[in-house]
């Protein structure tokens, strides 16, 4: 596009007091750009400025005033790139004068006086300057072909109503079920937990009528007794291959080489075409990922309800509870089989159980519960121990717990049941189940009753979690080259996730929707408002892909990394680092873009070695000149020039957090540039060495906290960054430059109030290791 | 720590409990704020927690066989503060209503008392040995010759009162000797077991030493006015409770004076008394202070939806309320010369008196004898109970 450029600077909220605007406007008229300044870009006048701008052919606007984080629409031009210098939060409310003094009468000629905070303004305005030169509007991707059908994995209570949800809104749903019958566990039940206020009482299974309701949607279509082969393509247009349960077809999805495979038997990496034919032999019978089925049907998008099994207890595993020992120690599955059955009787002889002990938490010194439990294990307790109840008017149910937890209205659920005479609750922990005559001892510690204490009991339950099933089996069988599954579920305790706190429904995969016991543990009432919000973000993928813009997190995003194919040398880093699986690569290595599947990160631009992967707002070069716009004072310049560092700092979370200290008035350090990046990830340590060579002192990356409470919005930028950065210091020791120079920084966003002393001890760091010896070259 | 405890939950007792007013205590999720805010909990061990888990678990030992139910002065304020509305101080006045029939024998009295169905029957008792044994010995007069203006003594002869009287207290008396002995026992067998004191046998003199200490805090009140709840309560059993020791000490000298008055030349010295004497003062201000306090009452508990009043209760201070209001009723009646009706007021004040003294063992009002031997034991025990 031919562009035509207008700079605008902001005097207000501080600016104009803090800087000197008319040098401001010179540095950007000195290099040629046509500069305008108002009180207030945007007040009425301001925008009435813009607008006549804009009018006048103007299709690049440099807006050097507050945050881009605020006011985004206000200076929101279609068809126009804006680049926002945020002067207010990073330059001037961080920095008062009072710490930074502005230059008196007589030093305003003094070329040795050091402005620290105008210096800094010159800087970040020259910086949009440098990138708004390098970028370009983007242009959307559209799919030949788009499938508006959904597809919905599981036929169970969650399965059911996204379809019904999802059809209700007009869209095609077809439903796999891999039974012969629909319903999945919702139909083994006696009863189940409470759906609808008051939330007292458990009610009837639901499932049945759910099941019935799918006749009065002709627009939905079941096919049970099926499971997905393969799931082929990308968001939009999959082609989608379906088949019995147990078959082996030549669709079936080939499963990456094992690591164990990659390599010869000296250890050593094997060449392409080596890899390639051990890939074909390991997947014999298999069609390779990029062949696609001429008999697939096609969908745009999938909900993924394929739920939970029980946990079952291994042979030996919680002995002390007698499990595997008494056949009147089970799980709380195996108790509800025994419900669902009839009354209540013991496994053993037949016999009534009419005191029966419901251990939540297997005890043994922590107070951890059993694995993949969760408040529905709590749930479930209460409502079990209300079927010995049921069943016996002289029945006795005892519920031992670490955690009892009854979430939101549930907690009026508790309280029902809590009622009952019957049924006797305490916190605890329980040593030992053992055998008495024909029945049970249950001995527990630290009860509420003050001591140790005992119960004869009939029968044990144990409060046995809910594994999902993509713990054992990919379910979604992607033709994918990263493989057919959720690559990085282990950081999501087995669920399929992608954020440990935001972003529900949305997995490691763009376009599949996880819902349900799949995706945490969950009720059934819990399940069918999950299903709505998978299906509503199924249907936000369709309505996103056929306009050609990022789904999620970036949504709307109309760019797309674009390869530069002619330089590539096949290394396939983009292809393993992608956190999506978005590219897959030919036999060469080659990678094969799905624009649809990419959530627009950039970490296959921070991986790639030859930096042929760009976006057309966001780019290697684009950013590589920001590093180069800023001024690097040397001793030409200043008999003791200030120090500079280069902090590439993470958009979703560290900027925020920068914002958010300025807002409060912390001061930062006033040597330090910071260049928000789309990810951590999508660093390419081009530009570290970009901001080393010219002599910059130190470089740093601020991004997401990794570790058991992940934060990135891309699953695995921050600790892909950190994974570089230390590779990165190898490289520094040979040109003679400490590796302490460029450093890690995680950081959540309400930390913002711990930033200032980050940076302070960082510039410590570096002022211990004195000046880049490479300034002034 | 306590050796471990097999629990076998009474599921009759947490039935029991709730009828007497501790429907609630299932509710309770130990939270321990009753037992934080109550002004008269001691330190170690202190209540109601511990009750409202054992009562909610069933476990009918612990607690009735415990003092510290017996502590709790149900001022309130742990049901006020209770988050879960489980009221704790219901709770615990209904522990002591099942401890009360535990405790008295017979037992199917004890029920009876307890039982609204069973009232017509327990009044009936009384009017049936009046009418009865008046009739046969010809001690009950309904045509007395009233020349000599009118008193009580003529209609209803003062040995048939006491031919009912005496015989109902010392039914009493040994229904609590009897309750006491193992009442004593299981106190102090909980607290050894539970940790609640150091001294391993009751001894009698130490015992009758810590009663003599508490007895000041009894007449005082020292523990209700401890409370921020229910302040009105105070007043209300402060009044009730010094004029039932006031109309005692009124009985016991005319009981004195009559049955002394039989040695005298005169011959026996009935009543009527003056206005003037200062007995009959004592005597009509005590009639007002029960006839008010236990007017509070009522309309307290009218007042107070959030506070059980079981049929325990109601029992109790309707039974005060019309004690008062027949005595001082037969007394006012007589002065206005209606005979008649001051005699029916009359029969009507001696069935509320043999109603209360046969029946005390088993009524709310045996409180009087439990927690008094529960706070002297506390003492005894260095509960720290007394401040």
């Known amino acids: 596009m031919s562009k035509k450029y207008g700079v605008y600077i902001c005097h207000g909220c501080g600016i104009g007091e803090s800087l000197n605007i008319d040098k401001l406007s010179e540095t950007a008229s000195d290099e040629g750009f046509a500069v305008k300044t108002c009180p207030a870009f945007c007040g009425k006048q301001g925008l009435e400025i813009l607008k006549q701008e804009v009018a006048g052919g103007v299709n690049a606007l440099v807006i050097a005033a507050c945050s881009p984080r605020v006011l985004y629409d206000t200076f929101r031009f279609d068809g126009c790139i804006v680049e926002r210098v945020n002067l207010r939060e990073q330059v001037v409310w961080s920095h008062p004068r009072a710490t930074w003094p502005a230059p008196t009468e007589e030093q305003k000629d003094d070329e040795t006086f050091i402005d620290h905070v105008q210096m800094m303004a010159s800087d970040y305005l020259k910086m949009g300057l440098a990138k708004v030169k390098k970028i370009d509007l983007p242009t959307a991707f559209k799919l030949d072909a788009l499938s508006r059908r959904i597809l919905v994995i599981g036929g169970g209570i969650t399965g059911i109503s996204a379809a019904i949800d999802a059809a209700k809104t007009g869209y095609e749903v077809t439903i796999v079920e891999k039974e012969a019958a629909l319903g999945g566990n919702a139909a083994k039940w006696r009863k189940q937990l409470p759906t609808e206020y008051p939330f007292e009482k458990s009610t009837a299974p639901v499932i049945q009528a759910k099941i019935k309701e799918l006749d009065n949607f002709p627009n939905i279509q079941v096919k049970t007794s099926t499971v997905v082969a393969r799931i082929a393509g990308q968001p939009g247009d999959f082609t989608v291959t379906f088949k019995k349960p147990g078959e082996k077809i030549e669709f079936d999805v080939p499963f990456p080489l094992p690591p164990e495979m990659k390599v010869d038997e000296s250890g050593k990496e094997l060449e392409a075409e080596q890899l390639h034919a051990r890939y074909l032999e390991y997947n014999q019978g298999r069609q390779d990922i990029l062949t696609f089925d001429p008999n697939g049907e096609k969908f745009g998008a999938v909900v993924l309800a394929a739920g939970w099994r029980p ?9 002390h509870l007698g499990f595997g020992a008494s056949p009147d120690v089970v799980t709380n599955a195996q108790f509800e089989a025994i419900a669902a059955a009839g009354k209540i009787k013991r496994p053993s002889d037949g016999r009534e159980a009419k005191s029966v002990v419901f251990i939540q938490s297997p005890g043994q010194g922590n107070d951890q519960d059993f694995p993949y439990a969760s408040s529905v294990t709590s749930l479930v307790a209460l409502k079990q121990a209300g ?28 309280k029902t049941v809590q009622q009952d005479p019957g049924i006797f609750l305490t916190k605890g922990q329980v040593v030992q189940v053992s055998q008495n005559g024909a029945g049970l001892i249950v001995n527990a510690d630290d009860t509420l009753l003050g001591q140790p204490i005992q119960i004869k009991a ?6 046995t979690g809910m594994v999902p099933a993509t713990k054992d089996d990919p379910v979604i069988n992607l033709a994918y080259r990263q493989g057919p599954g959720f690559r990085d579920n282990a950081i999501f305790n087995d669920y399929a996730d992608s954020n440990y706190i935001c972003f529900p429904y949305e997995t490691q995969r763009t376009g599949i929707y996880a819902a349900g016991g799949i995706r945490r543990s969950m009720t059934t009432e819990e399940s069918m408002e999950d299903a709505a919000g998978a299906a509503l973000k199924a249907i936000q993928c369709l309505e996103s892909v056929n306009r050609g813009v990022s789904v999620h997190p970036r949504s709307g995003d109309l760019t797309y990394p674009d390869f530069f194919f002619q330089r590539c040398t096949q290394c396939k880093r983009c292809t393993q680092e992608c956190p999506f699986g978005a590219l897959d690569d030919d036999e060469r290595g080659t990678p094969k873009t799905n624009p649809t599947r990419c959530r627009r990160c950039g970490t296959c631009m921070g991986a790639c070695p030859e930096r042929i992967i760009n976006f057309a707002t966001y780019s290697i070069d684009s950013v590589s000149s920001m590093v180069k716009a800023i001024k690097v004072p040397s001793t030409d310049d200043f008999d003791e020039p200030p120090l500079r560092v280069l902090g590439l700092i993470c958009e979703n979370d560290a900027y925020p957090a920068l914002d958010i200290a300025a807002l409060n008035r912390l001061p930062w350090n006033a040597d330090v540039r910071f ?14 060495k970009d901001a080393l060579s010219k002599g910059m002192d130190g470089v740093f990356l601020m991004g997401c906290k990794h570790g058991d409470d992940y934060q990135c919005h891309f699953v695995k930028g921050s600790e892909l960054a950190e994974i570089r950065v230390k590779k990165i210091g190898e490289a520094l020791s040979s040109l003679a430059l400490e590796p302490e120079r460029v450093a890690h920084f995680e950081v959540a966003i309400d930390e913002y109030d711990k ?23 | 720590m306590a050796e471990r405890m097999l629990i076998e939950p009474d599921l009759k007792f947490i039935k029991d409990v709730g009828i007497v007013g501790g429907e609630d205590v299932k509710k309770c999720y130990q939270c321990a704020t009753c037992s934080v805010v109550c002004p008269i909990s001691p330190d170690n061990k202190p209540f109601p927690r511990k009750e409202m888990i054992a009562t909610s678990w069933g476990l009918k030992d612990k607690v009735l066989k415990s003092a510290d139910p017996w502590l709790c002065h149900n001022c309130g304020d742990c049901s006020t503060r209770c988050p879960r509305q489980a009221k704790p101080g219901d709770v615990l006045a209904a522990i002591r209503a099942q401890a009360i029939i535990e405790y008295s024998r017979p037992r199917w009295l004890a029920e009876a008392v307890n039982d609204p169905k069973k009232l017509p029957i327990l009044i009936a008792i009384p009017v049936f040995l009046f009418l009865v044994v ?3 010995t010809g001690l009950l007069n309904f045509r007395p010759d009233l020349s000599g203006g009118i008193a009580h003594y003529k209609f209803f002869s003062t040995w048939l009162v006491d031919m009912h009287m005496v015989p109902a207290a010392i039914f009493a008396v040994a229904v609590f000797a009897m309750g006491l002995k193992r009442f004593i026992a299981d106190i102090h067998q909980n607290a050894l077991d539970e940790g609640k004191t150091d001294k391993q046998t009751v001894e009698v003199g130490g015992f009758i030493q810590a009663l003599v200490r508490v007895i000041p805090t009894i007449l005082k009140h020292n523990k209700f006015s401890e409370c921020t709840e229910n302040k009105e309560r105070y007043v209300a059993h402060l009044l009730t409770f010094w004029s039932f020791v006031g109309l005692f000490i009124v009985t016991s000298i005319i009981f004195l004076v009559l049955y002394g008055s039989y040695l005298l030349p005169t011959g026996p010295l009935h009543g009527p008394w003056s206005q003037l004497n200062p007995v009959k003062w004592l005597a009509n201000l005590s009639g007002i202070a029960l006839i008010v306090g236990t007017a509070i009452m009522i309309k307290a508990r009218v007042n107070k939806p959030d506070q059980k009043s079981a049929y325990k209760d109601w029992f109790l201070v309707y039974l005060a309320f019309a004690l008062g209001v027949t005595g001082m009723g037969a007394q006012l009646t007589r002065l206005a010369g209606w005979a008649e009706v001051s005699f029916a007021v009359y029969f009507l004040h001696l069935i509320a008196i043999w109603f209360l003294i046969a029946y005390l063992p088993f009524t709310k009002l045996a409180h009087l004898v439990y927690r008094t031997v529960a706070m002297a034991y506390a003492e005894y025990a260095g509960r720290k109970f007394t401040p």
């Open chain 1, 675 to 688: 260049i928000p990046v789309r990810c951590l990830g999508s660093v390419n340590v081009i530009w570290i």
């Open chain 1, 311 to 319: 946990y079952q207890p291994q042979e030996g595993e919680y002995a």
């Open chain 1, 387 to 414: 079927y010995v109840r049921e069943d016996y008017a002289d029945g006795k149910a005892f519920v031992i717990y670490q955690h009892m937890r009854t979430p939101g209205l549930t907690e009026n659920y508790y």
């Open chain 2, 134 to 136: 008046g009739s046969i």
């Open chain 1, 755 to 777: 930033i200032p002393q980050m940076l302070q001890e960082f510039m410590g760091t570096i002022e211990g290791l004195g000046p880049n010896p490479f300034k002034g070259f």
């Open chain 1, 458 to 463: 009939d029968m044990v339950v144990l409060a």
